[in-house]
């Protein structure tokens, strides 16, 4: 099974920028669809953004127009680059995985429709 390892997350203060990755172990990360989710201290794990193994988006309100979800197959990473960042970001973000059948558009908005899960890496965003 894939894991995944995700790196990037620090300090900021509000109104910068952080970009997250999330490496796979498999070179067949391509056969993939890949989310981002978030938890805070005290609350649920949030839904952040997705990508189809053929590259569709798509981003929580919270995040749209702020946040680009990207992926290099040939890399076997998936990015979360965020900009224009906000205390309420602060959160432990983590990447998640799915292996789904070719030309499949499939993405999901809920954490337990992803098989696999990193560690989580830690944004905290000053104000």
């Known amino acids: 099974q894939v894991q995944l390892v995700e790196s990037g997350g620090g300090l900021v203060q509000a109104g910068g920028s952080l970009r997250l990755s999330c490496a796979a172990s498999?070179?067949?990360?391509?056969?993939?669809?890949i989310g981002w989710f978030r938890q805070a201290p005290g609350k649920e794990r949030e839904y952040v953004a997705a990508?189809?193994?053929?590259?569709?988006?798509y981003y929580a309100d919270s995040v749209k127009g702020r946040f680009t979800i990207s992926r290099d197959n040939a890399k076997s990473t998936m990015y979360l680059q965020m900009n224009s960042l906000k205390p309420e970001d602060t959160a432990v973000y983590f990447c998640?995985?799915?292996?789904?059948?070719?030309?499949?558009?499939?993405?999901?908005?809920?954490?337990?429709?992803?098989?696999?899960w990193g560690q989580g890496t830690q944004v905290t965003v000053s104000s």
């Open positions: 998640s995985a799915r292996a789904v059948p070719a030309g499949s558009m499939w993405l999901a908005t809920e954490f337990k429709d992803y098989d696999v």
């Open positions: 498999e070179r067949t990360f391509s056969t993939y669809a």
């Open positions: 990508i189809s193994r053929i590259g569709t988006t």
